[in-house]
DNA sequence: CATGAATGAGGCTTCATTCAT
DNA sequence: GATGAATGAAGCCTCATTCAT
């Protein structure tokens, strides 16, 4: 029967195969990264990942197929990095949260420059996948941030809102000094950060939400 | 500068010629903002023009050129708005003129979409002009808030750590609301935003810069 | 405006764009019928014709295109052929058509041999345009022979039987002949072949219809 | 012959080679008809079959020699098929044998309409595995022939041409009814196909040869 | 001034075939 | 005896750009 006909076209599932789709995958991750989508050709992919040009369809119907998956790898990483961040934690309060959410954010940005100016060429690439991107990345910093309203450690704003802001935030700074300077912000820059939004989500004194 | 005969296709400087560029520039915004730099095509912004193929280089060197000219027809547009709505303030505080400036932004984002989307892919055409685009962008900002600051209207911050996250602020509520839902946010929305940023902008009580 | 939007890629409309197109269809024309379809290549097309291989797509939208314009344009030029030769005969009965009708075939294939073979080769492109080919060569044909069985010239058949039957004939005749021997059939087989074809038509002693 | 060593990729003469063969060939015929020789894949062919892809080449030393056996095959069930039909006729004349080796060859096209498709390649596969496909089968039908004008049952023809007309009608009634149509032609067509031939061959009264 | 036909490099993808296991 | 990962040549098509008119 040999594998009949339903592989979705992800490749041998054997050791070696692994190791190859792995090199595909790393390859990818550096040339969309150094060249943008577009820009970024399978023969290039290819090369750097040192095997054959027709090899890299035997991993990955199409060239769109490798960056979506690229996307939603970096989604899941980060979303564990976060996560295991925060568990970490112990009894911590929306403050404490904020600041290592954002330390481990910039830290990974750091550790995946390629993949994380990947996602920011998904809107190019495939709208709806940008969106997605996001819409599941704020879905657990959201749910997060209204417990905390709930709570009444914060002030009570729109949850979407507040979670794209400061979302909009990470982005930016991630963006200027990571990406930018290649270097993580410093202790100044990072301690601005973490007040302003500490700040913006204080309950002011007399209010009740 | 002049009109001398070097400047590489800038295109007749008659009238008509003035036309056929505009029209030519006009073109460029629609199809960059549909189909994204890398897959518009000449043939598409001078169908879309009305004019022939080799029209084009008559009035822009190449495809790259009409790009970077939009961006920064963007920029100057964007600041000119920007500073027409904070010069017609009077006596402003600083958090008059960020509600302002916010107000100003999204309605410029909506009315510019094309030229947003554009923005957004300026990184993967050209590094260098995408920075430079937030470092010119955020030059007269970033004047304005240090000058809050020595004045003692608000803390004191890393300037560029404040003006990159307000610029992040911006940019995401912009893209979430504006750009995906085809709508200025909700009044709540706005107020939300304008109040985390005042709170998160403030002195706080007993602070002394 | 120029051509606005709407030309269906038929290419340019000027004098050089017609001599371009027709060194281009000639050259299809041969590739195709030496190489047969699939494996004749746009390069090999273009190269036949002495031009780019991107000129081929200013004046057609694909491969498949130039093969069925060819495939049209054989069909148009033999029944043109056809009705040329049986519209210069003097009150003909039917199997003085059946005569003329054959070696006007024959004569055509000959001079036609590549646009022949192209033909053949429809089956595999595009099974529809296949049959349309000998929906459309039939039509007339068949019309010939059902005022001659109405005249009482011939038997009765069923038309689309004895029209597939008389096609067969002619296809075998000049594959045999034409394209394997590269010539006309002698005189002799041409003789037999018209009198088999009177002797099936024809009504026998006795019968009305 | 025999089973000696230098037989190129015939494959393992086990009964188990012989089943898998097998499976290829059937797969194969299938896959051939379904998609034509140039879009059919080997990677096809052996998942039908429901083997590795390897495995093709321990049978077949390539594409082309599967489709060539292929097409011998069904040479041979043809003939055999026509033969075993004439031959349990009892001393039948000419118009006898017709009648039976059309209805054979219908029958045969409609239980074997992938082979028949195969054949129809063949031109383009290998043009000279065509004409001798064509030249086998008349050969017998021929001799047939002869043999019926000798003993002064049908009309003297150029034996060539009388073979390859009759070849021609069969071929395109198979075409029409059985291909396209799907079904055996009616009665009443096969009647006006067995009448027509009949009275094509007849020798005219008065005549001596 | 403008045109638009022509170019040719380069991109994505398919697939027959090989060979180490 | 069978496998299936890997190969790389080749194909179709797109498009920025040039240049003669």
Redesign the interface.
């Known amino acids: 029967?040999?594998s009949?006909?339903s592989a979705p076209a992800t490749g041998p599932a054997t050791a070696r195969g692994q190791r190859t789709r792995n090199k595909l995958l790393a390859a990818a991750e550096t040339v969309f990264g150094d060249m943008?989508?577009?820009?970024a050709s399978i023969v290039e992919i290819t090369r750097a990942a040192g095997v054959a040009q027709g090899t890299f369809y035997v991993y990955f119907p199409s060239k769109k197929a490798v960056f979506v998956e690229l996307v939603w790898e970096l989604n899941r990483k980060l979303r564990r990095s976060l996560r295991a961040a925060t568990d970490a934690l112990v009894d911590p309060d929306r403050f404490e949260l904020e600041r290592v959410g954002a330390l481990t954010f910039l830290r990974f940005v750091q550790e995946h420059k390629d993949l994380y100016r990947i996602v920011?060429?998904a809107?190019?690439v495939d709208e709806e996948l940008f969106?997605e991107y996001?819409r599941e990345l704020s879905a657990g910093y959201r749910r997060g941030l209204e417990q905390s309203m709930d709570k009444g450690e914060i002030r009570r704003?729109?949850p979407?809102?507040?979670v794209?802001?400061l979302?909009?935030?990470?982005?930016?700074?991630g963006?200027?000094w990571v990406l930018?300077e290649n270097e993580l912000?410093?202790e100044?820059?990072i301690e601005?950060?973490v007040?302003?939004?500490r700040?913006?989500?204080?309950r002011?004194e007399g209010e009740d939400g």
Chains 1, 2, 3, 4 share one sequence.
């Open positions: 029967m040999s009949s006909s943008g989508y577009e820009r920011r060429q809107e190019f969106r996001y704003f729109d979407e809102a507040l794209y802001m979302m909009g935030i990470l982005d930016f700074v963006m200027r930018w912000p410093s100044a820059v601005d950060m007040r302003f939004i700040d913006g989500l204080r002011r």
